[in-house]
């Protein structure tokens, strides 16, 4: 089956920057439109940044300029990369991506989240 696992979470001081990666993996034909959610204790999970199978990419208005989403089909990766980070940025951030396996079956698959946490 097909498993989502993010890496490149940690501790960060305000201003800094992180990348955080997730690469799925298991028995998948292609990949779609692959997101970054994050969570905060006590929020709503919130949609922070997408990129389509063609390379569009969008994103809250709460991180527009300072985080870029980005793919490698190759690796079937997807990256986030979190620039002047902020308390408010602090959450579990999870990726998701839609994809079709080898059964040409389409569904959503989740991660099991990396803790980021921009503190002093």
């Known amino acids: 089956q097909v498993q989502l696992v993010e890496s490149g979470g940690g501790l960060v001081q305000p201003g800094g920057s992180l990348r955080l990666s997730c690469a799925a993996s298991?028995?998948?034909?292609?990949?779609?439109?692959m997101r970054w959610y994050r969570q905060a204790p006590g929020q709503q999970r919130e949609l922070v940044a997408g990129?389509?199978?063609?390379?569009?990419?969008s994103y809250a208005d709460s991180v527009k300029g300072r985080f870029t989403i980005s793919r490698d089909n190759a690796k079937n990766t997807v990256h986030l990369q979190m620039n002047s980070l902020k308390p408010e940025d602090t959450a579990v951030y999870y990726c998701?991506?839609?994809?079709?396996?080898?059964?040409?079956?389409?569904?959503?698959?989740w991660g099991q989240g990396t803790q980021v946490t921009v503190s002093s």
């Open positions: 998701n991506a839609d994809l079709w396996d080898t059964r040409r079956r389409l569904d959503v698959y």
């Open positions: 298991g028995s998948i034909f292609s990949i779609s439109d």
């Open positions: 990129v389509t199978s063609g390379g569009s990419t």
